[in-house]
């Protein structure tokens, strides 16, 4: 019979801050156990996989903590503890099932000084042991027997150098804020030649690190390098010669060297910002075919030796903002797609310093010097020109004209009083945003200029989402007042009248239309009732009376009294037989069927309305004896034949 075991599941045992000394047998009852995400209680089918212990007082740990008690144990937090000998938690480490291990920030001794202190591991992929006033690591096997090592984390140590590391397997090591370099010692040649598969090195805020030894191959499988804020005074990158992505930024670097990237065709990306580069040679970025983005701000460069870009063809990013430039000359990279030049001292623009950027679509200029523009810029795919805070007082009326497909232009923070005129905004035919806030602006209300370029920004779709906010400078009483308050209150009562309008336009035939339907619906309804009603009465007068016909024809009561009576009299017969039909009584199966009478009351109605009866029926007998004596006579004569038969 096969045993069932349960299925793993994520739980999280966390006992921080416990000031612990020792590790307590039974866990379930000290620690809280719960699935991630959640609180819950102590299950003993649950299998624990992350294990909190940091900010104690751990030493040690028992070797039977992971055997007997935590078998499927992944992670293990024992930062800030005072573990000093690794041997003491090596019965841990040796877990077969154990990925992250955190060791931060405890006072550990002799890291690789014997065999004792080498951590062994078949399964840890993930070794934080940074912060941990570790200052040397010269044991070439200190983290070989770790068979799955891949992220190492050293940083925040005293190291002073770093002699030989070993791993197979190893790809991301931090070596950043330690004292590399301190005594002219550092990154020596043997130091990562032993990690064929490194790929991520962070050296940054080694604050001693001067220069990487140029004489030998450090890693050929490098692929990104961190060395920012360190004091790296020479960019040479030669020994990562399979190099991708490089910062650098925040050093001392002062001149870009010919062939400091001779070696490194497959680089990227450059980061070299923040450094003290005033010059370039001209075949500085010799090898740099696979150059794509380029950082040059914040620096001292007063001047570029453009020419040197010619052996960057992919160069598609450049930045050199916050330098120390006066005039913008002719750029001559056809790849660039993006210019940051703002920030610098900028005076002057070139009028073709955009002819040879034949992709160019974002180009900012903003924070600049710049009193006037060139008479015409000219670039068929430049899409965002930000020209804010400069100092332009005016414009040519052709200078954008050969911009067709600008889309954004920012020209706020400037000196323009004037307003643009129409013939200047025509050329952008693909314009969407126009931002002019913060200029003092000259408000001549009956200026056929300014307010052709009301209307052109608050026509729909408005060209600018700040348009409430432009203000007047001068003349005094408009001064510190908005456009729309000042001169526009008008032109923007009238846009609310045609949108009324236009919405008139649409509201007053619906309503007719309601009202229409409406109208006809009430002439259908009345008809209706109208037809109806004719139909009940004429149906009420097709219906028998049962009550007055048998005894009164209906043409006595049409007015002619005399000619009812000499109807009457023609037929004494019919009306003699109908009162004698109606004064007999019931027979016997007849009797039966009539209602019972319940008391005396009914007794007296039934009796009241057999006097009505036989009284009208006297009053109709009268009627029909009035005839002529030779009628009654033949009445008469015809009772003894009727008898005897």
């Known amino acids: 019979m096969a045993v069932q075991v349960a299925a793993p ?23 809280y156990v719960g699935p991630e995400g959640g609180p819950g209680a102590h299950d003993s089918t649950a299998t624990v996989t992350n294990l909190n212990l940091a900010n104690n007082r751990l030493e040690e740990l028992p070797t039977s903590l992971i055997s007997e008690r935590l078998p499927y144990l992944q992670t293990l937090d024992l930062s ?3 573990i000093q000998d690794i041997y003491k938690i090596q019965s841990v480490v040796l877990s077969k099932h154990l990925l992250h291990l955190k060791l931060a920030s405890n006072p550990i001794k002799n890291l690789g000084f014997n065999s004792d202190n080498v951590l062994y591991s078949e399964s840890v992929s993930r070794l934080d042991i940074s912060d941990c006033n570790i200052n040397s690591i010269t044991n070439p096997v200190t983290f070989m027997y770790m068979l799955n090592l891949t992220r190492l984390d050293l940083s925040g140590n005293p190291l002073v150098v770093v002699d030989h590391l070993f791993s197979s397997t190893l790809i991301y090591l931090h070596l950043s804020r330690c004292l590399l370099g301190l005594n002219d010692k550092g990154i020596r040649e043997e130091t990562f030649i032993s990690l064929p598969k490194l790929k991520f090195l962070n050296l940054s805020m080694n604050a001693h690190l001067t220069t990487f030894p140029i004489s030998k191959l450090l890693s050929s499988s490098l692929l990104q390098l961190e060395s920012s804020y360190c004091a790296l005074e020479k960019l040479d990158l030669r020994p990562f010669p399979n190099l991708q992505h490089a910062v650098l930024k925040g050093n001392v670097i002062k001149i870009l060297y010919n062939d400091m990237l001779s070696e490194n065709e497959n680089l990227q990306s ?7 580069i ?6 500085a970025f010799v090898g740099g075919k696979s150059l794509r983005n380029l950082d040059l701000s914040l620096n001292l460069l007063s001047e570029l030796n453009w020419n040197s870009f010619s052996h960057t063809p992919q160069l598609g990013y450049l930045n050199i903002s916050r330098n120390l430039f006066v005039f913008l000359d002719e750029i001559p990279i056809p790849s660039l797609v993006n210019l940051d030049a703002s920030k610098c001292d900028i005076i002057k623009l070139s009028p073709r310093f955009l002819a040879k950027t034949q992709d160019i679509r974002f180009l900012n200029l903003s924070y600049n010097s710049i009193e006037k523009l060139p008479r015409r810029l000219t670039s068929r795919t430049l899409l965002s020109l930000d020209l804010s805070f400069c100092r332009i007082s005016d414009i040519p009326d052709e200078t954008f004209q050969e911009l067709p497909s600008l889309i954004t232009l920012d020209l706020k923070g400037n000196r323009l009083t004037n307003p643009l005129r129409n013939n200047l905004l025509d050329h952008l035919v693909n314009l969407k945003e126009l931002n002019l806030l913060n200029n003092p602006w000259h408000c001549e209300c009956s200026d056929l200029d300014f307010q052709k370029l009301w209307k052109y920004l608050s026509a729909y779709p408005t060209k600018s989402k700040n348009l409430k906010f432009l203000m007047c400078h001068s003349p005094k009483e408009h001064a510190g007042m908005t456009w729309d308050k000042s001169c526009f209150g008008s032109y923007t009562s009238e846009e609310k009248t045609s949108k009324n309008r236009t919405l008139m336009s649409f509201l007053v035939p619906f309503l007719t239309l309601c009202c229409i339907l409406a109208v006809l619906l009430v002439i259908r309804q009345a008809y209706t009732s109208h037809a109806l009603e004719v139909q009940q009465r004429e149906n009420a007068n097709q219906r028998p009376s049962r009550e007055v016909s048998p005894r009164v024809p209906a043409h006595f009561f049409d007015g002619d009294l005399e000619r009812g009576i000499q109807l009457s009299v023609t037929e004494p017969t019919q009306r003699s037989s109908s009162i004698r039909e109606l004064s007999k009584l019931p027979s016997y199966e007849e009797a039966l069927l009539l209602p019972k009478v319940q008391d005396r009351e009914d007794l007296q109605t039934i009796a009241n309305k057999y006097e009505d009866n036989e009284r009208f029926v006297r009053s109709i007998s009268e009627i029909s004896q009035a005839p002529t004596s030779g009628s009654s006579q033949e009445e008469a004569d015809n009772r003894p034949s009727t008898s005897s038969q």
């Open 9 to 31: 599941v994520t739980c999280t045992l966390s006992t921080a801050p416990l000031d612990l000394t020792s590790v307590p047998y039974d866990l379930s009852s000290e620690f």
């Open 80 to 82: 800030n503890n005072k």
């Open 270 to 276: 450059l980061d070299i910002s923040e450094n003290s």
């Open 278 to 283: 005033h010059h370039i040679e001209q075949n």
